[in-house]
């Protein structure tokens, strides 16, 4: 592959319409007529209380914790 081969590629692509390249939103707001909202369920308030207060007494393991609250290990250290 050449440079200018390289140059065409990236030039045809700025070319492209944005629908072209991502049709997500298309299909987002196909999904929202339809009733749907789409994105993950925030983590109840509850359950950030409960988790701070068993990682704070160290009572538990973490992974322990992570069960207790059906949650998974990233979530429970952005909480």
Do not use: F
């Not at 997500?24 to 109840?44: D, E, F, M, T």
Request: charged share 30%; hydrophobic share 35%; proline share 3%.
């Amino acid at each position: 592959m050449t440079v200018e081969n390289t140059i065409d590629i990236y030039v045809d692509t700025a070319k492209m319409k944005t629908s072209d390249i991502w049709p997500l939103n298309s299909r987002l707001s196909a999904v929202r007529a339809r009733g749907r909202k789409g994105g993950r369920h925030k983590v109840k308030t509850y359950k950030i209380q409960d988790a701070k207060r068993m990682y704070q007494n160290k009572a538990l393991a973490i992974a322990d914790v992570c069960k207790v609250l059906n949650t998974s290990k990233p979530i429970l250290y952005c909480i």
